[in-house]
């Protein structure tokens, strides 16, 4: 094991008493000290009940691609989402693992390590974010911190009421949410997607009405955003800076008719798929960036 990681994960122990050895648990032995979290989308739950996960995947990724909320630095970086490290999670004796459903290893993996509990990220109804508020309050019930998840859920409604009235005056024009993978390709988000249904709880429109995945997203080639005009575009970025440079430079991007009447703006990352608090997040920076168009 990395030396910084042996430090991060001795300092986790030291906070709080290691238990006994998975056999059985039941919900209400859950300490929320000592919780692993798989994938970012149940990190998120997590940390909006305001509990810091005692483990967590990809942290630097985490940074680059949702950013917020934020990871303590008593968090260990128990691997990659689709492949954690197994032997450093039995070593760390979580009471609680929490995985994304349909996403990273077979339960089975991990399962005999610690409880296990998963969470999809939309169902048959494709409203990610109903979804989401009903697994906040599932992990709460199972944490018990179903209080923190209804005060959250208040200050999320309030949050969004509030930001409606906001951009009541900004609705001129559809919205074009996009992010850059490579300078031949973009990622679209439209129906299914988390983006969507807060936008329609805000009233705006979505300009990308074609194919979606299951998780509300497309990979599309840039020569598709040509046929897309008079729209508010949005890209947000990951740690790209350099490709962001590179493709604003081809005569491709630059014909493209929200770059030519500038409406475009680049804001920093938030989760494509994740839960509530991604949603505020996407709220706050769709707020700036059509407060400047």
Known sequence: MPDFDRRRLLMAMALAPLLPVFSGRAASDIDPTRIISLEWLPTELLMALGVAPMGAAEMYNYQLWVGEPKLPDTTVDVGLRTEPNLELMVQMRPSLILYSAGYGPAKEKFA??????GF????????????????????????????????????????????????????????????????????????????????????????????????????????????????????????????????SEMPLWQSFDFVRNKRLRRVPQVWFYGGTPSAMRFCRLLDKALGTL
Do not use: Y
Request: charge should be negative.
């Open 120 to 247: 999809a990220f939309s169902d048959a109804s494709g409203e990610p974010l109903t979804v989401a508020r009903q697994s906040l309050m599932q992990l709460a019930e199972r944490i018990g911190r179903v209080p923190q998840a209804q005060q959250h859920l208040t200050e999320f409604d309030a949050f969004i009421a509030a930001a409606k009235t906001r951009l009541a005056s900004k609705t001129r024009r559809p919205v074009l949410l996009m992010s850059l993978l490579d300078p031949r390709h973009a990622l679209v988000f439209g129906k299914g997607s988390l983006f969507l249904q807060v936008m329609d709880e805000l009233g705006l429109e979505n300009a990308w009405q074609g194919e979606t995945n299951f998780w509300g997203s497309a990979v599309i080639g840039l020569e598709r955003l040509a046929a897309i005009k008079d729209v508010d575009a949005i890209c947000f970025a990951h740690g790209d800076d350099n490709l962001m440079q590179q493709v």
């Open 112 to 117: 005999k390590i610690a409880p296990a509990m």
